[in-house]
């Protein structure tokens, strides 16, 4: 948010700025999301709604779940949130008492270690490096829930990487989560409609039935439908845990608004074609930067397959000097300062996702700002001495 602020005021000051900062698709939803919510606002009751979510809309989330193989839920597996954000920290409260250790592999999103700050839970980070391709090995998961971490919290497909995990590499890792029982389980899998190259998505429970008693697997509109904005989020998994979550909503913001549940019910049910053509779009884009991060000597970038996100490794660059300003690059922040403040190109310092060797390129801008901004950013590489 700080560089989006920067960049957004460089661009107010008359500069040039391509942003590949905030990850924000850059696509609306159909029109039939729009003509459901004029409908519901020539209908709406002014009422209290349902603490869980209206029953409409908790049979289109377990409809729209049944794609991904995640069949056998019902209502009261359900609950809903202001996003898939809101559902995190509800479930923080629900799951972690104060001292209890949440367990998550780094790079990771920002908000995971915020939240269990907030509540004042232990963090025990799983760092997963570049050589490894950014993603966690079964042996270093054994070893973290050999410790008894009360939740173990993980994201595929990943922000800030990109990466997925193979039905091979989660088959893996569900074989270990089996070991532990007395570990919860929250899979934020919000880019989980978001995979490239016939991937496909896999959960813990598809290779491990019997984790449905401690799974919680999260899905939101806010990617896959362009609806960020809109805030809905989604957990299915044990009853007692969305049992809690509800209680929580309860407390919080009563119910989800009457007009938003007309939009997502909409999107969940309605016209699939906007978010296959952007799924194809995304990879598409994907392959353009990645085909430039190749190209520059040094950078070390395994290659993602989903969300939309790249994540160079650009260490290699510390230390270094940008010719035609002078600035030194010390460190991943200094490298994302000197290319907004050179070549009016915003990106994420890795630091802020615990990796500070990357830097986080979002590529959901504009498609005819894709390649004049890539190209920038190779410019910019090879004018460090």
């Known amino acids: 948010m700080v560089v989006a602020e920067k960049a957004k005021r460089l661009k107010a000051e008359g500069r040039d700025i391509i942003s590949f900062s905030i990850g924000v698709p850059n696509f609306l939803p159909g029109g039939h999301v729009y003509d459901a919510v004029r409908e519901a606002l020539s209908k709406d009751s002014g009422q209290y709604g349902s603490n869980r979510g209206a029953d409409a ?34 479930l923080a409260e629900v799951l972690l008492d104060e001292g209890d250790t949440i367990a998550f592999p780094t790079p990771y999103w920002t908000s995971y270690l915020d939240i269990a700050e907030i509540v004042d839970a232990k963090v025990d980070l799983l760092p997963c490096p570049p050589e490894q391709n950014y993603k966690l090995t079964p042996e270093q998961l054994d070893a973290a829930l050999a410790k008894k971490p009360k939740v173990f919290l993980f994201n595929n497909p990943s922000n800030p990487t990109g990466m997925v995990y193979t039905k091979e590499e989660i088959a893996a890792l569900a074989d270990v989560v089996a070991k532990y029982p007395d570990t919860w389980i929250i899979t934020d899998d919000i880019y989980n409609r978001m995979v490239f ?57 009563t119910n989800i608004p009457e007009l938003t549940t ?30 430039a991060m190749t190209s520059i000597p040094g950078v070390v970038c395994p290659k993602p397959q989903g969300a939309f996100y790249v994540f160079p490794d650009v260490s290699a660059y510390f230390g270094k000097t940008h010719g035609p300003t002078g600035q030194t690059i010390a460190n991943d922040m200094d490298l994302c300062n000197a290319l907004l403040d050179a070549k009016g190109v915003a990106c994420v310092p890795g630091s802020a996702f615990g990796e500070p060797r990357a830097l986080r390129i979002s590529y959901t801008c504009p498609t005819p700002q894709l390649a004049p901004g890539l190209q920038r950013i190779v410019e910019f590489f090879s004018e460090l001495q």
């Open 197 to 253: 190259d016939g991937l496909g998505y896999h959960n813990f429970v598809h290779f491990r039935p019997e984790l449905r008693d401690r799974v919680i697997f999260l899905d939101s509109l806010s990617k896959t439908y362009g609806m960020p904005g809109w805030r809905v989020g989604f957990m299915v998994g044990p009853e007692s845990v969305a049992n809690a979550v509800v209680t929580m909503n309860s407390n919080h913001i």
């Open 57 to 90: 809309l908790l049979d289109a989330f377990l409809k729209h779940i049944e794609a991904i193989g995640l069949t056998g839920y019902k209502r009261s597996n359900v609950a809903t949130g202001i996003g898939a954000k809101h559902i995190i920290y509800n």
């Open 262 to 291: 007309a939009a997502a019910i909409a999107a969940l049910t309605g016209p699939q074609d906007v978010p296959t053509q952007k799924n194809e779009e995304f990879q598409a884009k994907r392959d353009q930067v990645m085909a």
